[in-house]
DNA sequence: ACGCCTTTGTGAAAACATTCACCAGCTCGG
DNA sequence: CCGAGCTGGTGAATGTTTTCACAAAGGCGT
Protein backbone atom coordinates (compact mmCIF):
# COMPACT_ATOMS: atom_id res chain seq x y z
CA UNK A 1 0.00 0.00 0.00
CA UNK A 2 1.78 3.33 -1.47
CA UNK A 3 0.08 6.52 -0.18
CA UNK A 4 -3.39 7.31 0.08
CA UNK A 5 -4.58 10.84 -1.07
CA UNK A 6 -6.29 13.29 0.78
CA UNK A 7 -9.14 12.99 -1.82
CA UNK A 8 -9.20 9.23 -1.75
CA UNK A 9 -10.06 9.45 2.57
CA UNK A 10 -12.77 12.13 1.61
CA UNK A 11 -14.22 9.83 -0.61
CA UNK A 12 -14.04 6.85 1.71
CA UNK A 13 -15.95 9.54 4.64
CA UNK A 14 -18.58 10.02 1.85
CA UNK A 15 -19.48 6.30 1.16
CA UNK A 16 -19.18 5.49 4.81
CA UNK A 17 -21.96 7.96 5.40
CA UNK A 18 -23.94 6.90 2.16
CA UNK A 19 -23.64 2.89 3.27
CA UNK A 20 -25.66 3.75 6.81
CA UNK A 21 -28.51 5.29 4.40
CA UNK A 22 -28.20 2.51 2.40
CA UNK A 23 -27.95 -0.02 5.22
CA UNK A 24 -31.09 2.21 6.74
CA UNK A 25 -33.11 1.22 3.64
CA UNK A 26 -32.48 -2.52 4.09
CA UNK A 27 -30.49 -3.00 1.32
CA UNK A 28 -27.94 -5.76 1.70
CA UNK A 29 -25.72 -5.54 -1.64
CA UNK A 30 -24.41 -2.31 -3.39
CA UNK A 31 -22.73 -2.08 -6.50
CA UNK A 32 -20.33 0.57 -7.11
CA UNK A 33 -22.21 2.09 -9.87
CA UNK A 34 -24.87 2.89 -7.25
CA UNK A 35 -22.62 4.09 -4.78
CA UNK A 36 -20.94 6.38 -7.27
CA UNK A 37 -24.56 7.96 -8.42
CA UNK A 38 -25.28 8.96 -5.04
CA UNK A 39 -21.89 11.15 -4.73
CA UNK A 40 -21.82 12.48 -8.55
CA UNK A 41 -18.32 10.49 -9.36
CA UNK A 42 -17.71 7.42 -11.10
CA UNK A 43 -17.95 3.98 -10.40
CA UNK A 44 -14.25 3.15 -11.36
CA UNK A 45 -13.53 5.85 -8.79
CA UNK A 46 -15.13 4.08 -5.95
CA UNK A 47 -13.67 0.58 -7.33
CA UNK A 48 -9.98 2.39 -7.55
CA UNK A 49 -11.08 3.93 -3.69
CA UNK A 50 -11.57 1.00 -2.25
CA UNK A 51 -8.98 -1.40 -4.15
CA UNK A 52 -6.61 0.86 -2.59
CA UNK A 53 -7.30 -1.38 0.82
CA UNK A 54 -8.40 -4.63 -0.47
CA UNK A 55 -10.86 -6.25 -2.09
CA UNK A 56 -14.22 -5.94 -0.55
CA UNK A 57 -16.30 -6.77 -3.21
CA UNK A 58 -17.52 -9.80 -5.39
CA UNK A 59 -17.87 -9.86 -9.44
CA UNK A 60 -21.21 -9.93 -10.06
CA UNK A 61 -22.47 -8.82 -6.95
CA UNK A 62 -21.20 -5.60 -5.44
CA UNK A 63 -20.19 -4.74 -2.15
CA UNK A 64 -22.06 -6.31 0.74
CA UNK A 65 -23.39 -3.12 2.63
CA UNK A 66 -22.55 -4.62 6.51
CA UNK A 67 -19.09 -5.66 5.17
CA UNK A 68 -18.25 -2.59 3.61
CA UNK A 69 -18.98 -0.70 6.27
CA UNK A 70 -17.09 -2.16 8.92
CA UNK A 71 -14.21 -2.31 6.71
CA UNK A 72 -14.51 1.43 5.94
CA UNK A 73 -14.77 1.88 9.52
CA UNK A 74 -11.61 0.24 10.09
CA UNK A 75 -9.92 2.35 7.21
CA UNK A 76 -10.96 5.62 8.62
CA UNK A 77 -10.30 4.22 12.43
CA UNK A 78 -13.88 4.93 13.51
CA UNK A 79 -13.93 1.75 15.13
CA UNK A 80 -12.06 3.51 18.66
CA UNK A 81 -12.72 6.26 20.74
CA UNK A 82 -11.00 9.19 20.26
CA UNK A 83 -10.45 11.62 23.17
CA UNK A 84 -11.09 15.17 22.16
CA UNK A 85 -9.72 18.84 23.89
CA UNK A 86 -11.85 21.57 22.72
CA UNK A 87 -10.10 24.73 23.47
CA UNK A 88 -12.68 27.61 22.88
CA UNK A 89 -16.10 27.67 24.75
CA UNK A 90 -17.38 30.62 22.16
CA UNK A 91 -19.64 30.10 19.55
CA UNK A 92 -18.25 27.87 17.62
CA UNK A 93 -17.03 25.56 20.13
CA UNK A 94 -20.72 25.82 21.95
CA UNK A 95 -22.13 24.47 18.16
CA UNK A 96 -19.58 21.55 18.09
CA UNK A 97 -20.34 20.45 21.72
CA UNK A 98 -24.07 20.60 21.06
CA UNK A 99 -23.45 18.57 18.15
CA UNK A 100 -23.81 15.12 19.13
CA UNK A 101 -22.61 13.57 15.64
CA UNK A 102 -18.94 13.20 16.45
CA UNK A 103 -19.86 11.26 19.61
CA UNK A 104 -21.90 8.85 17.81
CA UNK A 105 -18.51 7.99 15.39
CA UNK A 106 -16.14 7.94 18.42
CA UNK A 107 -15.00 11.33 19.10
CA UNK A 108 -15.82 12.17 22.61
CA UNK A 109 -15.10 15.89 23.67
CA UNK A 110 -14.17 15.39 27.17
CA UNK A 111 -12.75 18.52 28.30
CA UNK A 112 -13.58 22.02 27.59
CA UNK A 113 -10.46 25.26 27.88
CA UNK A 114 -10.98 28.70 27.35
CA UNK A 115 -9.23 31.82 28.13
CA UNK A 116 -12.04 34.23 29.17
CA UNK A 117 -11.82 34.53 32.83
CA UNK A 118 -15.85 35.21 32.80
CA UNK A 119 -16.34 31.48 31.25
CA UNK A 120 -14.02 29.39 33.16
CA UNK A 121 -15.70 27.34 35.69
CA UNK A 122 -19.06 27.69 33.98
CA UNK A 123 -20.59 24.60 32.19
CA UNK A 124 -20.86 24.00 28.71
CA UNK A 125 -22.58 20.78 27.48
CA UNK A 126 -22.38 18.76 31.17
CA UNK A 127 -18.50 19.84 31.29
CA UNK A 128 -16.65 22.42 33.50
CA UNK A 129 -14.62 25.33 31.34
CA UNK A 130 -11.18 25.08 32.55
CA UNK A 131 -8.14 27.68 32.17
CA UNK A 132 -6.02 26.79 29.18
CA UNK A 133 -2.69 27.05 31.77
CA UNK A 134 -4.49 23.83 32.78
CA UNK A 135 -4.38 21.76 29.58
CA UNK A 136 -1.47 19.07 30.09
CA UNK A 137 -0.36 15.85 28.97
CA UNK A 138 -2.68 14.62 31.82
CA UNK A 139 -5.34 14.66 29.99
CA UNK A 140 -4.86 12.06 27.48
CA UNK A 141 -5.55 13.62 24.62
CA UNK A 142 -5.74 12.33 21.16
CA UNK A 143 -6.77 15.46 19.25
CA UNK A 144 -7.33 18.92 19.78
CA UNK A 145 -9.70 20.92 18.56
CA UNK A 146 -9.08 25.03 18.14
CA UNK A 147 -12.02 27.64 18.20
CA UNK A 148 -10.96 30.45 19.42
CA UNK A 149 -10.03 33.80 17.88
CA UNK A 150 -7.25 34.38 15.71
CA UNK A 151 -5.31 35.52 17.55
CA UNK A 152 -4.72 33.19 20.14
CA UNK A 153 -4.60 29.90 17.72
CA UNK A 154 -1.19 29.54 17.50
CA UNK A 155 -0.39 30.29 20.96
CA UNK A 156 -3.15 27.32 21.89
CA UNK A 157 -1.91 25.11 18.93
CA UNK A 158 1.43 25.22 20.93
CA UNK A 159 0.01 24.37 24.40
CA UNK A 160 -1.95 21.33 22.48
CA UNK A 161 1.07 19.68 20.99
CA UNK A 162 2.42 20.14 24.02
CA UNK A 163 0.20 18.58 25.77
CA UNK A 164 1.15 15.60 23.49
CA UNK A 165 -2.13 15.14 21.06
CA UNK A 166 -1.72 13.94 17.85
CA UNK A 167 -3.64 15.67 15.84
CA UNK A 168 -5.20 19.37 15.62
CA UNK A 169 -8.99 20.47 13.82
CA UNK A 170 -8.43 24.18 13.83
CA UNK A 171 -11.04 26.33 12.93
CA UNK A 172 -9.12 29.88 12.99
CA UNK A 173 -8.41 31.22 9.57
CA UNK A 174 -4.50 31.13 9.83
CA UNK A 175 -1.98 28.87 8.77
CA UNK A 176 -0.82 27.23 12.15
CA UNK A 177 2.55 25.67 12.48
CA UNK A 178 2.92 22.04 14.67
CA UNK A 179 5.60 19.23 14.41
CA UNK A 180 5.38 17.36 11.05
CA UNK A 181 4.38 14.11 12.84
CA UNK A 182 1.30 15.94 14.13
CA UNK A 183 -1.95 15.77 11.87
CA UNK A 184 -3.53 18.89 11.00
CA UNK A 185 -6.65 20.08 9.57
CA UNK A 186 -8.02 23.51 9.35
CA UNK A 187 -11.41 24.50 8.49
CA UNK A 188 -11.56 27.82 7.57
CA UNK A 189 -15.28 29.54 6.64
CA UNK A 190 -14.19 32.56 5.34
CA UNK A 191 -12.30 31.13 2.53
CA UNK A 192 -15.50 28.73 1.63
CA UNK A 193 -17.17 31.97 1.03
CA UNK A 194 -14.23 33.48 -0.49
CA UNK A 195 -14.18 30.58 -2.61
CA UNK A 196 -18.17 31.07 -3.73
CA UNK A 197 -17.60 35.09 -4.33
CA UNK A 198 -14.97 33.91 -6.73
CA UNK A 199 -17.29 31.38 -8.67
CA UNK A 200 -20.34 33.83 -8.82
CA UNK A 201 -17.95 36.13 -10.15
CA UNK A 202 -16.65 34.59 -13.02
CA UNK A 203 -17.97 35.64 -16.04
CA UNK A 204 -20.84 32.75 -17.38
CA UNK A 205 -21.19 31.70 -14.14
CA UNK A 206 -20.37 28.71 -11.99
CA UNK A 207 -20.01 25.57 -13.95
CA UNK A 208 -19.21 22.13 -12.07
CA UNK A 209 -15.59 21.29 -11.41
CA UNK A 210 -13.96 18.45 -10.57
CA UNK A 211 -12.50 19.16 -7.36
CA UNK A 212 -13.52 18.84 -3.60
CA UNK A 213 -17.50 19.07 -4.27
CA UNK B 1 -7.55 32.04 -18.82
CA UNK B 2 -8.16 28.37 -19.22
CA UNK B 3 -9.45 26.72 -15.70
CA UNK B 4 -8.63 27.83 -12.44
CA UNK B 5 -8.43 25.24 -10.22
CA UNK B 6 -10.56 24.88 -6.82
CA UNK B 7 -6.79 24.76 -4.88
CA UNK B 8 -5.38 27.77 -6.72
CA UNK B 9 -8.43 30.20 -5.63
CA UNK B 10 -8.20 28.52 -1.86
CA UNK B 11 -4.70 29.34 -2.08
CA UNK B 12 -5.51 32.72 -2.82
CA UNK B 13 -7.67 33.18 -0.03
CA UNK B 14 -4.27 32.60 1.81
CA UNK B 15 -2.34 35.07 0.05
CA UNK B 16 -5.19 37.71 0.93
CA UNK B 17 -5.00 36.98 4.40
CA UNK B 18 -1.37 36.86 4.75
CA UNK B 19 -1.23 40.03 2.55
CA UNK B 20 -3.30 41.97 5.32
CA UNK B 21 -0.98 40.97 7.65
CA UNK B 22 1.99 41.68 6.10
CA UNK B 23 0.11 45.07 5.53
CA UNK B 24 -0.39 45.69 9.57
CA UNK B 25 3.19 44.91 9.78
CA UNK B 26 3.78 47.97 7.52
CA UNK B 27 5.58 46.08 4.49
CA UNK B 28 5.50 47.68 1.16
CA UNK B 29 6.87 44.70 -0.97
CA UNK B 30 6.58 41.29 -0.21
CA UNK B 31 8.52 38.26 -2.51
CA UNK B 32 7.05 35.08 -3.74
CA UNK B 33 9.32 33.11 -1.54
CA UNK B 34 8.06 35.45 1.82
CA UNK B 35 4.77 34.78 0.91
CA UNK B 36 4.76 30.70 0.12
CA UNK B 37 6.96 30.56 3.54
CA UNK B 38 3.76 31.74 5.46
CA UNK B 39 2.06 28.83 3.84
CA UNK B 40 4.00 26.31 3.95
CA UNK B 41 4.10 25.69 0.24
CA UNK B 42 6.72 27.12 -2.86
CA UNK B 43 7.19 29.79 -4.18
CA UNK B 44 6.80 28.97 -7.32
CA UNK B 45 3.37 27.50 -6.40
CA UNK B 46 2.96 31.40 -5.72
CA UNK B 47 3.94 33.09 -8.65
CA UNK B 48 2.49 30.33 -10.88
CA UNK B 49 -1.23 30.90 -9.04
CA UNK B 50 -0.91 34.67 -9.81
CA UNK B 51 0.57 34.52 -13.41
CA UNK B 52 -3.06 32.95 -14.23
CA UNK B 53 -4.57 36.31 -13.53
CA UNK B 54 -1.51 38.08 -14.73
CA UNK B 55 1.46 39.82 -13.97
CA UNK B 56 1.59 42.20 -10.45
CA UNK B 57 5.09 41.62 -9.53
CA UNK B 58 8.12 42.94 -10.06
CA UNK B 59 11.23 41.47 -11.14
CA UNK B 60 14.26 42.22 -8.61
CA UNK B 61 11.54 43.14 -5.99
CA UNK B 62 8.84 40.88 -5.08
CA UNK B 63 5.22 42.27 -5.37
CA UNK B 64 4.19 45.35 -3.98
CA UNK B 65 1.76 44.30 -0.74
CA UNK B 66 -1.00 46.63 -0.84
CA UNK B 67 -1.17 46.49 -4.86
CA UNK B 68 -1.97 42.93 -5.12
CA UNK B 69 -4.04 43.04 -2.34
CA UNK B 70 -6.40 45.26 -4.15
CA UNK B 71 -5.89 42.78 -7.45
CA UNK B 72 -6.51 39.60 -5.26
CA UNK B 73 -9.87 41.49 -3.86
CA UNK B 74 -10.73 41.93 -7.49
CA UNK B 75 -9.98 38.31 -8.48
CA UNK B 76 -11.94 36.86 -5.61
CA UNK B 77 -14.73 39.32 -6.15
CA UNK B 78 -14.71 41.01 -2.71
CA UNK B 79 -15.09 43.92 -3.95
CA UNK B 80 -18.73 44.08 -3.30
CA UNK B 81 -21.02 43.22 -1.34
CA UNK B 82 -23.04 40.14 -1.22
CA UNK B 83 -26.63 39.22 0.07
CA UNK B 84 -26.74 36.20 2.08
CA UNK B 85 -29.62 34.32 3.57
CA UNK B 86 -28.76 31.90 6.03
CA UNK B 87 -31.39 29.15 6.89
CA UNK B 88 -31.32 27.62 10.15
CA UNK B 89 -30.81 29.47 13.58
CA UNK B 90 -29.50 26.91 15.48
CA UNK B 91 -25.66 26.34 16.78
CA UNK B 92 -24.00 26.75 13.53
CA UNK B 93 -25.94 29.44 12.13
CA UNK B 94 -25.88 31.38 15.40
CA UNK B 95 -21.90 30.97 15.33
CA UNK B 96 -22.13 32.34 12.03
CA UNK B 97 -24.15 35.26 13.01
CA UNK B 98 -22.13 36.21 15.40
CA UNK B 99 -18.91 35.81 13.97
CA UNK B 100 -17.98 39.24 12.20
CA UNK B 101 -15.52 38.42 9.69
CA UNK B 102 -17.82 37.91 7.37
CA UNK B 103 -19.41 40.84 7.21
CA UNK B 104 -16.06 42.53 7.19
CA UNK B 105 -15.08 40.79 3.39
CA UNK B 106 -18.49 41.95 1.79
CA UNK B 107 -20.70 39.09 3.02
CA UNK B 108 -23.51 40.30 4.49
CA UNK B 109 -26.01 38.05 6.17
CA UNK B 110 -29.46 40.01 5.57
CA UNK B 111 -32.21 37.42 6.76
CA UNK B 112 -32.61 34.51 9.46
CA UNK B 113 -34.78 31.56 8.37
CA UNK B 114 -35.43 28.41 10.68
CA UNK B 115 -38.30 25.72 10.81
CA UNK B 116 -38.93 25.46 14.43
CA UNK B 117 -42.18 27.41 15.09
CA UNK B 118 -40.18 28.11 18.54
CA UNK B 119 -37.47 29.92 17.42
CA UNK B 120 -39.65 32.16 14.45
CA UNK B 121 -40.48 35.65 15.63
CA UNK B 122 -37.19 35.61 17.77
CA UNK B 123 -34.30 37.69 16.91
CA UNK B 124 -30.73 36.77 16.56
CA UNK B 125 -28.26 39.08 16.12
CA UNK B 126 -30.34 42.00 14.97
CA UNK B 127 -32.05 39.77 12.56
CA UNK B 128 -35.71 38.39 12.84
CA UNK B 129 -36.28 34.61 12.71
CA UNK B 130 -38.69 34.26 9.54
CA UNK B 131 -40.25 30.76 8.42
CA UNK B 132 -39.25 29.04 5.41
CA UNK B 133 -42.35 29.36 3.48
CA UNK B 134 -41.30 33.12 3.36
CA UNK B 135 -38.51 32.53 1.74
CA UNK B 136 -38.60 33.78 -1.98
CA UNK B 137 -37.14 36.09 -4.52
CA UNK B 138 -37.56 38.94 -3.17
CA UNK B 139 -34.80 38.60 -1.12
CA UNK B 140 -32.43 39.26 -4.11
CA UNK B 141 -29.80 37.44 -2.13
CA UNK B 142 -27.14 36.06 -3.63
CA UNK B 143 -25.79 33.37 -1.45
CA UNK B 144 -27.94 30.96 0.71
CA UNK B 145 -26.10 29.45 3.95
CA UNK B 146 -27.43 25.81 5.01
CA UNK B 147 -26.97 25.31 8.77
CA UNK B 148 -30.56 22.71 9.21
CA UNK B 149 -30.60 19.35 10.32
CA UNK B 150 -28.97 17.07 7.87
CA UNK B 151 -32.97 15.63 6.83
CA UNK B 152 -33.99 19.11 5.86
CA UNK B 153 -30.98 19.79 3.64
CA UNK B 154 -31.93 19.25 0.55
CA UNK B 155 -35.85 20.61 1.04
CA UNK B 156 -33.88 23.96 1.93
CA UNK B 157 -31.26 23.49 -0.63
CA UNK B 158 -34.54 23.64 -3.38
CA UNK B 159 -35.86 26.76 -1.43
CA UNK B 160 -33.21 28.51 -2.20
CA UNK B 161 -32.56 27.63 -5.61
CA UNK B 162 -36.14 28.36 -5.94
CA UNK B 163 -35.50 32.00 -4.33
CA UNK B 164 -32.81 32.73 -6.90
CA UNK B 165 -29.58 32.34 -5.02
CA UNK B 166 -26.84 31.47 -7.46
CA UNK B 167 -24.21 29.99 -4.73
CA UNK B 168 -24.79 27.72 -1.47
CA UNK B 169 -22.83 27.05 1.49
CA UNK B 170 -23.71 23.64 3.14
CA UNK B 171 -22.98 22.79 6.71
CA UNK B 172 -24.86 19.80 6.21
CA UNK B 173 -22.79 16.57 5.95
CA UNK B 174 -25.02 15.35 3.14
CA UNK B 175 -24.39 15.52 -0.60
CA UNK B 176 -27.28 18.00 -2.27
CA UNK B 177 -28.44 17.84 -6.08
CA UNK B 178 -28.50 21.67 -7.37
CA UNK B 179 -28.79 22.71 -10.85
CA UNK B 180 -25.24 22.93 -12.16
CA UNK B 181 -25.23 26.35 -13.09
CA UNK B 182 -24.93 26.91 -9.05
CA UNK B 183 -22.14 27.27 -7.18
CA UNK B 184 -22.10 24.54 -4.47
CA UNK B 185 -19.22 24.30 -1.10
CA UNK B 186 -20.33 21.77 1.13
CA UNK B 187 -18.25 22.50 5.01
CA UNK B 188 -18.90 18.96 6.40
CA UNK B 189 -16.68 18.74 9.90
CA UNK B 190 -17.29 15.08 10.41
CA UNK B 191 -15.42 14.39 7.43
CA UNK B 192 -12.64 16.39 8.78
CA UNK B 193 -12.77 14.48 12.31
CA UNK B 194 -13.04 11.10 9.89
CA UNK B 195 -9.85 12.23 7.97
CA UNK B 196 -7.66 13.43 10.95
CA UNK B 197 -8.56 9.88 12.63
CA UNK B 198 -7.85 8.04 9.58
CA UNK B 199 -4.46 10.08 9.69
CA UNK B 200 -3.54 8.92 13.15
CA UNK B 201 -4.57 5.54 12.73
CA UNK B 202 -2.11 4.99 10.17
CA UNK B 203 0.74 2.94 11.22
CA UNK B 204 4.05 5.37 11.59
CA UNK B 205 1.82 8.40 12.46
CA UNK B 206 1.00 10.93 10.14
CA UNK B 207 3.25 12.72 7.43
CA UNK B 208 2.81 16.02 6.01
CA UNK B 209 1.25 15.57 2.31
CA UNK B 210 0.65 17.70 -0.46
CA UNK B 211 -2.76 17.94 -0.51
CA UNK B 212 -5.16 20.77 1.37
CA UNK B 213 -3.60 21.58 4.30
C1' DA C 1 28.17 51.61 -17.33
C1' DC C 2 29.05 47.22 -15.37
C1' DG C 3 28.81 43.31 -12.48
C1' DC C 4 26.37 41.16 -8.96
C1' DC C 5 22.51 40.01 -6.48
C1' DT C 6 17.63 39.27 -6.22
C1' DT C 7 13.21 37.91 -7.88
C1' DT C 8 9.54 37.20 -11.34
C1' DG C 9 7.21 34.63 -15.03
C1' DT C 10 6.95 30.47 -17.50
C1' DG C 11 7.88 26.42 -20.57
C1' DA C 12 9.06 21.70 -19.58
C1' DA C 13 9.27 17.90 -16.55
C1' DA C 14 7.64 15.32 -12.85
C1' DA C 15 4.25 13.84 -9.77
C1' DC C 16 -0.23 12.84 -8.91
C1' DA C 17 -5.23 11.75 -9.74
C1' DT C 18 -8.93 10.17 -12.57
C1' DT C 19 -10.96 7.64 -16.24
C1' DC C 20 -10.95 4.00 -19.62
C1' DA C 21 -11.24 -0.55 -21.07
C1' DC C 22 -11.09 -5.07 -20.45
C1' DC C 23 -10.41 -9.59 -17.98
C1' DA C 24 -12.10 -12.46 -14.46
C1' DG C 25 -15.56 -14.09 -11.36
C1' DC C 26 -20.20 -14.54 -9.96
C1' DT C 27 -25.48 -15.56 -10.52
C1' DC C 28 -29.29 -17.16 -12.82
C1' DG C 29 -32.23 -19.38 -16.20
C1' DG C 30 -32.77 -23.06 -18.96
C1' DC D 1 -23.33 -27.44 -17.96
C1' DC D 2 -23.60 -23.37 -20.85
C1' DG D 3 -24.38 -18.77 -22.18
C1' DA D 4 -26.03 -14.25 -21.01
C1' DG D 5 -25.68 -10.52 -18.13
C1' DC D 6 -23.65 -8.10 -14.32
C1' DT D 7 -19.97 -6.30 -11.65
C1' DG D 8 -15.29 -5.86 -9.31
C1' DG D 9 -10.26 -5.28 -9.82
C1' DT D 10 -6.63 -3.21 -12.26
C1' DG D 11 -2.97 -1.86 -15.82
C1' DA D 12 -2.72 1.61 -19.19
C1' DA D 13 -4.01 6.02 -20.87
C1' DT D 14 -5.37 10.44 -20.08
C1' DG D 15 -5.85 14.67 -17.62
C1' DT D 16 -4.46 17.85 -14.00
C1' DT D 17 -1.47 20.02 -10.63
C1' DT D 18 2.90 20.91 -8.76
C1' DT D 19 7.72 21.52 -9.06
C1' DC D 20 11.93 22.52 -11.52
C1' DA D 21 15.01 25.34 -13.65
C1' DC D 22 16.28 29.16 -16.19
C1' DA D 23 15.92 33.45 -19.07
C1' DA D 24 14.61 38.13 -18.39
C1' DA D 25 14.27 42.26 -15.57
C1' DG D 26 15.09 45.22 -11.87
C1' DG D 27 18.05 47.53 -8.08
C1' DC D 28 22.34 48.87 -6.11
C1' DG D 29 27.15 49.83 -5.27
C1' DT D 30 31.14 51.29 -7.36
Redesign the pocket.
Known amino acids: MS?I????VR?LSHYYRVLEEVAAEGKRM??????AEREG???????????YF??????????NVEHLRTEIRGILGLDRRWRVALVGAGHIGSALLAYRGFADQGFDVVAVYDADPARIGTTVDGLVVQPIAELSSAGGYDIGVIATPLRAAQEVADALVAAGVRGILNFAPRKLRIPAELALRTVDMTMEFESLSFALSKPGGPRR???RE
Do not use: M, N, P, W
Request: net charge positive; hydrophobic share 25%.
Open positions: RSESTRISSHLLITSAQVRKDLSGSFGRRGLGYRRG
